[in-house]
């Protein structure tokens, strides 16, 4: 095995083991085992981060036709072969900042959780399951093969059901259930579109199925149909998002800023790798739906947002806007809004995750979210409105931070696809564009400006020197991704280019 | 004619049978050691019938037509299974025999009868050797699940079950006697072969009617709906270990006898056989789900859960309803994605009943499953495996095994061309969870009870099932491969 091969299983199997020996520590010594997991989480993350090799000059010299995805590094063996299962793995630029990504807010939550475990305590078990839900993310993201990807697409679900249900809000148990149960519904679909795809191709590869396109028409057309609305009820996309809002509202912070932060990108992810790679016929006859839909959860989730009086419950309705942008940047198909939703993914998961923790930190102090009860934060607590000031400006698209460039490439994209449809499309998304900047306005205006409201006024001034080191990674990543998106697009650029050359061949 | 008769291939079934007599004269001379008997009785069982099963294919009692008694890999492969299930379900009884709520010497002797005829048919070549075993696997249970003293649930469970089963084996022999008319042989590779060279007998009045008789009558065996409703009530009268057994090797016989007739005996008119089946499979699944939402005591909700994996369990064999789904390999597919199924359900099924034997009182039933809130820190290591036994059945990771045995039926619907069955199995799990989730949490409610003990016997035969679940989770292979020897029968 090469040294890249040890670190793919490591960024697997550090977090697996992390979780295993968390869990079996016994309950006295709880603080001990958060600590391991914090290590675990960090072992993750230099693992992962590890796994950077672009511009590996081998690519272009394997013929006149280049297979579409070329991994930095390959893992494939095989796990069981009546099922077309194989355990093949494979890092590239459009999954290394999502795996990253995943991997340092897994290990702020976990450092989070070392300081500060909700309700009803038992920090290690939390600690436990959010490294559980790494295994999972991580390992949707690493996946190269289709059963493999459904594998831990799946593994996801419980923990994170644990999680809400456990460490939750007031009406946790609901939200739960209603988010192990409409996820499920779309990961079961999912299943049927795999094994669409694999009964008719006989492989489960998506490197080869991104490669030769074996699939008839037809068979495009329904595995598309299949995989996109399994993967748009994780995304979510519009009208299937229903589960989001509970579920980020009554979830604990950690929970609230994994699942926004990465969760949803899972869905977005797989849309980008296996329903775009693998059905690229189905995926351009589904694009003018695809990309209304997205319009419309830009309009809608803006609109709730206008509308909404709840902290925590406004930013999850964001969050449906702003994964509209992705959506839109990938239903145009081109490379432009390809890129866009690759770099609006990372942003949202930096932007959203941060938004979370300050909610979650907002909401520690003042025992409400409610933004009739809150305002004059700035007067207050100067520090935590003024991060929160930067998050919302962020959010909102401004210029210079991480935001922009998903939310201006995806309506860029969408103009360049051309046509009455689609410049229509971005016509409307930039007014989305536009209503997320008034309702992220309002939500400051409420909340930093004024005088302070009672709640605020009884509630502690300083920031924690845990809140501050979980915070500030993601708002320095906020500010680098903005001003050098190459960041993020320079590695990205040659596989979204042979992405697109397939989809257009 | 004087046939000649092979005794090695007969070896399993001499020691099953021996087993029962064994017990007998255990309980009747010395009244002790009965467990232990019956127990290495069952393990011995298990051995013979791997020995001559890894061996060469034998058959015996064999007549023009063909062989009665097939003691090949597959027939192996099904006693062994039986034995092992035997075993387990003997070892988790030992709480409840100590007890002293039922009779010991009965109890073993009955189970090791049923074990009996579960061996015998995996071996059976013939309709009647296959429904004559069938019958022994069940007989015994009618009064196992009666046996628990002085309940009335019991009584009533037993009753039901007595004469809902009866009814359902005249509905069978009588399917099987309409063949026999048809065709002159009750061997089930000539039944096949004669199905298939006289077309003419399609026309026949009644021939339709003896393969749905037949079908219809076997469902009853694996609990399928509309022939279900014995199954919650039986399960919940009987001793919890007996319920676990109804559950796992009564299902198995069930299923091996609906795929011996249906893809062997019936193979040339599996699109009459297949549509009888893709509507069991659907209406069995989907009743036995929304059923098992609404239920209130544990045993009852694994019941109706049990009744919906049987629709699982079916929904292979469903695809034979389209004639994509019954050509040569498509056919072997969804065979052995029936059997890899079933394997993965026993297991899971077995684990889960031994969770609730080890976290009940052990002459008591399963109780509510209010009862349960808490359990899982009360004894959090079998609140564990109940957690994995629930999660797998549901279908989902941790329980690795639930997760690949979906996806092995969703694949073999798909090469079958039976893209719709795919998705309401899919939908079918989504319902599902929602009530396997349910008790899962409950078991991590808050309660404050103290700790609880389990008997060594118990939490060994939870811990190697358990084992074995996790075992072939994360390497199906070894149950794929396993289900091919079966299908290619």
Same mark, same amino acid.
């Given at each position: 095995?090469?040294?890249?091969?040890?670190?793919?299983?490591?960024?697997?199997?550090?977090?697996?083991?992390?979780?295993?020996?968390?869990?079996?520590?016994?309950?006295?010594?709880?603080?001990?085992?958060? =600590?391991?997991?914090?290590?675990?989480?960090?072992?993750?993350?230099?693992?992962?981060?590890?796994?950077?090799?672009?511009?590996?000059?081998?690519?272009?010299?394997?013929?006149?036709?280049?297979?579409?995805?070329?991994?930095?590094?390959?893992?494939?063996?095989?796990?069981?072969?009546?099922?077309? =299962?194989?355990?093949?793995?494979?890092?590239?630029?459009?999954?290394?900042?999502?795996?990253?990504?995943?991997?340092?807010?897994?290990?702020?939550?976990?450092?989070?959780?070392?300081?500060?475990?909700?309700?009803?305590?038992?920090?290690?078990?939390?600690?436990?399951?959010?490294?559980?839900?790494?295994?999972?993310?991580?390992?949707?993201?690493?996946?190269?093969?289709?059963?493999?990807?459904?594998?831990?697409?799946?593994?996801?679900?419980?923990? *994170?059901?644990?999680?809400?249900?456990?460490?939750?809000?007031?009406?946790?148990?609901?939200?739960?259930?209603?988010?192990?149960?409409?996820?499920?519904?779309?990961?079961?679909?999912?299943?049927?579109?795999?094994?669409?795809?694999?009964?008719?191709?006989?492989?489960?590869?998506?490197?080869?199925?991104?490669?030769?396109?074996?699939?008839?028409?037809?068979?495009?057309?329904?595995?598309?149909?299949?995989?996109?609305?399994?993967?748009?009820?994780?995304?979510?996309?519009?009208?299937?998002?229903?589960?989001?809002?509970?579920?980020?509202?009554?979830?604990?912070?950690?929970?609230?800023?994994?699942?926004?932060?990465?969760?949803?990108? *899972?869905?977005?992810?797989?849309?980008?790798?296996?329903?775009?790679?693998?059905?690229?016929?189905?995926?351009?006859?589904?694009?003018?739906?695809?990309?209304?839909?997205?319009?419309?959860?830009?309009?809608?989730?803006?609109?709730?947002?206008?509308?909404?009086?709840?902290?925590?419950?406004?930013?999850?309705?964001?969050?449906?806007?702003?994964?509209?942008?992705?959506?839109?940047?990938?239903?145009?198909?081109?490379?432009?809004?390809?890129?866009?939703?690759?770099?609006?993914?990372?942003?949202?998961?930096?932007?959203?995750?941060?938004?979370?923790?300050?909610?979650?930190?907002?909401?520690?102090?003042?025992?409400?979210?409610?933004?009739?009860?809150?305002?004059?934060?700035?007067?207050?607590?100067?520090?935590?409105?003024?991060?929160?000031?930067?998050?919302?400006?962020?959010?909102?698209?401004?210029?210079?931070?991480?935001?922009?460039?998903?939310?201006?490439?995806?309506?860029?994209?969408?103009?360049?696809?051309?046509?009455?449809?689609?410049?229509?499309?971005?016509?409307?998304?930039?007014?989305?564009?536009?209503?997320?900047?008034?309702?992220?306005?309002?939500?400051?205006?409420?909340?930093?400006?004024?005088?302070?409201?009672?709640?605020?006024?009884?509630?502690?001034?300083?920031?924690?020197?845990?809140?501050?080191?979980?915070?500030?990674?993601?708002?320095?990543?906020?500010?680098?991704?903005?001003?050098?998106?190459?960041?993020?697009?320079? *590695?990205?650029?040659?596989?979204?280019?042979?992405?697109?050359?397939?989809?257009?061949? | 004619?004087?046939?000649?008769?092979?005794?090695?291939?007969?070896?399993?079934?001499?020691?099953? /049978?021996?087993?029962?007599?064994?017990?007998?004269?255990?309980?009747?001379?010395?009244?002790?050691?009965?467990?232990?008997?019956?127990?290495?009785?069952?393990?011995?069982?298990?051995?013979?019938?791997?020995?001559?099963?890894?061996?060469?294919?034998?058959?015996?009692?064999?007549?023009?037509?063909?062989?009665?008694?097939?003691?090949?890999?597959?027939?192996?492969?099904?006693?062994?299974?039986?034995?092992?299930?035997?075993?387990?379900?003997? +070892?988790?009884?030992?709480?409840?025999?100590? %007890?002293?709520?039922?009779?010991?010497?009965?109890?073993?002797?009955?189970?090791?009868?049923?074990?009996?005829?579960?061996?015998?048919?995996?071996?059976? !070549?013939?309709?009647?050797?296959?429904?004559?075993?069938?019958?022994?696997?069940?007989?015994?249970?009618?009064?196992?699940? $009666?046996?628990?003293?002085?309940?009335?649930?019991?009584?009533? $469970?037993?009753?039901?079950?007595?004469?809902?089963? #009866?009814?359902?084996?005249?509905?069978?022999?009588?399917?099987?006697?309409?063949?026999? @008319?048809?065709?002159?042989?009750?061997?089930?590779?000539?039944?096949?072969?004669?199905?298939?060279?006289?077309?003419?007998?399609?026309?026949?009045?009644?021939?339709?009617?003896?393969?749905?008789?037949?079908?219809?009558?076997?469902?009853?065996?694996?609990?399928?709906?509309?022939?279900?409703?014995?199954?919650?009530?039986?399960?919940?009268?009987?001793?919890?270990?007996?319920?676990?057994?109804?559950?796992?090797?009564?299902?198995?016989? !069930?299923?091996?006898?609906?795929?011996?007739?249906?893809?062997?005996?019936?193979?040339?008119?599996?699109?009459?056989?297949?549509?009888?089946?893709?509507?069991?499979?659907?209406?069995?699944?989907?009743? $036995?789900?929304?059923?098992?939402?609404?239920?209130?005591?544990?045993?009852?909700?694994? @019941?109706?859960?049990?009744?919906?994996? /049987?629709?699982?369990?079916?929904?292979?064999?469903?695809?034979?309803?389209?004639?994509?789904?019954?050509?040569?390999?498509?056919?072997?597919? /969804?065979?052995?994605?029936? #059997?890899?199924?079933?394997?993965?359900?026993?297991?899971?099924?077995?684990?889960?009943?031994?969770?609730? +034997?080890?976290?009940?009182?052990?002459?008591?039933?399963?109780?509510?499953?209010?009862?349960?809130?808490?359990?899982?820190?009360? /004894?959090?290591?079998?609140?564990?495996?109940?957690?994995?036994?629930?999660?797998?059945?549901? $279908?989902?990771?941790?329980?690795?095994?639930?997760?690949?045995?979906?996806?092995?039926?969703?694949? %073999?619907?798909?090469?079958?061309?039976?893209?719709?069955?795919?998705?309401?199995?899919?939908?079918?799990?989504?319902?599902?969870?929602?009530?396997?989730?349910?008790?899962?949490?409950?078991?991590?409610? #808050?309660?404050?009870?103290?700790?609880?003990?389990?008997?060594?016997?118990?939490?060994?035969?939870?811990?190697?099932?358990?084992?074995?679940?996790?075992?072939?989770?994360?390497?199906?292979?070894?149950?794929?491969?396993?289900?091919?020897?079966?299908?290619?029968?």
């Amino acid at each position: 095995m090469s040294a890249g091969q040890v670190a793919l299983v490591a960024t697997l199997a550090v977090p697996a083991v992390g979780a295993s020996v968390v869990a079996a520590l016994p309950s006295r010594a709880d603080r001990a085992a958060r =600590l391991v997991g914090t290590v675990a989480a960090a072992v993750t993350l230099v693992v992962s981060a590890a796994l950077y090799r672009p511009g590996d000059g081998g690519w272009f010299s394997f013929g006149p036709n280049p297979p579409a995805i070329r991994p930095w590094h390959d893992l494939d063996v095989s796990w069981a072969s009546g099922l077309d =299962l194989r355990f093949h793995l494979g890092v590239d630029g459009i999954s290394y900042p999502l795996v990253v990504l995943t991997a340092l807010l897994t290990l702020l939550c976990c450092g989070y959780t070392l300081w500060h475990v909700p309700d009803p305590g038992r920090g290690r078990l939390l600690t436990a399951l959010l490294l559980a839900i790494e295994v999972g993310i991580l390992g949707t993201f690493l996946a190269l093969d289709l059963v493999l990807f459904f594998v831990f697409f799946e593994v996801v679900l419980l923990p *994170m059901y644990a999680v809400i249900a456990v460490w939750g809000g007031p009406d946790r148990r609901h939200a739960a259930r209603k988010f192990v149960l409409y996820t499920l519904l779309g990961s079961v679909l999912l299943l049927v579109g795999v094994f669409t795809v694999v009964s008719a191709a006989g492989t489960g590869d998506i490197v080869a199925l991104t490669a030769a396109n074996p699939l008839s028409r037809g068979t495009q057309l329904a595995a598309f149909t299949l995989l996109a609305l399994g993967l748009a009820v994780k995304a979510p996309l519009w009208p299937l998002h229903t589960w989001l809002p509970d579920a980020h509202t009554e979830a604990p912070t950690v929970g609230s800023v994994i699942l926004a932060g990465v969760l949803l990108k *899972m869905g977005t992810y797989g849309l980008i790798r296996v329903a775009v790679g693998v059905a690229p016929e189905g995926a351009r006859w589904a694009a003018p739906v695809v990309g209304s839909l997205a319009v419309a959860a830009i309009i809608v989730g803006s609109l709730v947002c206008l509308a909404q009086r709840e902290l925590k419950r406004l930013i999850a309705y964001s969050s449906v806007g702003h994964m509209g942008f992705v959506m839109l940047g990938i239903a145009t198909l081109t490379a432009t809004g390809l890129q866009a939703a690759l770099i609006g993914n990372v942003a949202h998961g930096i932007i959203t995750g941060l938004l979370f923790f300050l909610a979650g930190a907002v909401k520690d102090r003042a025992h409400t979210g409610l933004l009739d009860d809150l305002g004059g934060l700035r007067e207050r607590a100067p520090g935590l409105a003024g991060v929160l000031g930067f998050a919302a400006i962020a959010s909102l698209g401004l210029p210079g931070l991480a935001g922009f460039w998903g939310e201006a490439f995806a309506v860029v994209g969408s103009l360049r696809r051309g046509g009455p449809l689609w410049s229509t499309l971005a016509a409307i998304a930039a007014l989305g564009g536009a209503l997320t900047a008034a309702y992220f306005l309002r939500l400051l205006r409420r909340v930093s400006h004024g005088p302070a409201s009672p709640v605020v006024a009884a509630m502690p001034a300083g920031l924690a020197r845990p809140e501050l080191a979980s915070w500030g990674p993601l708002v320095l990543l906020a500010l680098a991704v903005g001003l050098v998106p190459a960041l993020v697009l320079g *590695m990205a650029h040659d596989p979204v280019q042979a992405l697109t050359e397939v989809v257009n061949r | 004619m004087v046939q000649s008769i092979d005794h090695v291939a007969l070896l399993p079934a001499y020691l099953a /049978a021996g087993t029962a007599v064994l017990v007998l004269l255990a309980d009747l001379f010395t009244g002790r050691a009965v467990l232990p008997v019956a127990a290495l009785g069952a393990a011995a069982t298990a051995a013979g019938a791997w020995l001559v099963g890894t061996g060469a294919d034998r058959a015996t009692f064999c007549v023009r037509d063909g062989c009665s008694y097939l003691a090949d890999g597959t027939g192996g492969l099904v006693a062994v299974l039986f034995a092992l299930l035997t075993l387990g379900v003997l +070892v988790l009884s030992a709480p409840l025999l100590r %007890s002293g709520a039922v009779p010991v010497g009965e109890y073993c002797f009955l189970l090791a009868c049923a074990m009996t005829g579960g061996v015998v048919l995996g071996y059976a !070549g013939d309709l009647i050797i296959l429904i004559v075993a069938l019958e022994t696997l069940t007989l015994p249970l009618y009064v196992l699940v $009666g046996l628990r003293r002085r309940t009335v649930e019991s009584a009533e $469970g037993a009753v039901t079950f007595f004469v809902v089963s #009866v009814v359902a084996t005249t509905v069978t022999l009588l399917g099987a006697a309409l063949l026999y @008319a048809l065709t002159g042989t009750v061997q089930l590779s000539a039944l096949a072969a004669r199905l298939g060279e006289r077309t003419e007998l399609r026309d026949v009045p009644l021939a339709a009617a003896a393969v749905v008789l037949i079908l219809a009558g076997l469902a009853f065996k694996v609990a399928a709906v509309p022939f279900h409703a014995w199954a919650p009530a039986a399960y919940d009268g009987a001793p919890v270990p007996v319920a676990a057994y109804l559950s796992t090797a009564s299902k198995l016989g !069930g299923v091996v006898a609906i795929l011996y007739v249906a893809v062997t005996g019936l193979r040339p008119w599996l699109d009459v056989a297949g549509p009888v089946l893709a509507a069991l499979a659907v209406l069995t699944m989907t009743v $036995g789900n929304l059923v098992a939402l609404r239920q209130r005591r544990m045993v009852r909700l694994l @019941a109706w859960s049990s009744v919906a994996q /049987a629709g699982y369990i079916l929904a292979p064999l469903g695809a034979f309803a389209t004639a994509d789904g019954r050509t040569g390999e498509a056919l072997a597919v /969804a065979a052995a994605a029936t #059997v890899a199924y079933t394997v993965f359900y026993v297991i899971l099924e077995l684990a889960a009943f031994g969770s609730v +034997v080890a976290l009940r009182p052990f002459a008591g039933d399963g109780g509510e499953i209010d009862e349960y809130r808490g359990a899982a820190r009360r /004894a959090p290591w079998v609140g564990g495996a109940f957690v994995l036994a629930l999660v797998g059945l549901a $279908g989902l990771p941790p329980g690795l095994a639930g997760l690949f045995a979906k996806v092995v039926v969703v694949r %073999s619907l798909l090469d079958g061309g039976a893209g719709w069955l795919a998705i309401v199995v899919a939908v079918n799990a989504v319902v599902g969870l929602a009530y396997y989730v349910r008790v899962a949490a409950l078991l991590f409610g #808050v309660a404050s009870a103290p700790r609880s003990r389990v008997p060594w016997a118990v939490a060994g035969a939870l811990a190697v099932t358990t084992l074995v679940a996790l075992v072939v989770g994360f390497a199906p292979q070894l149950v794929l491969d396993a289900a091919d020897l079966v299908a290619t029968r």
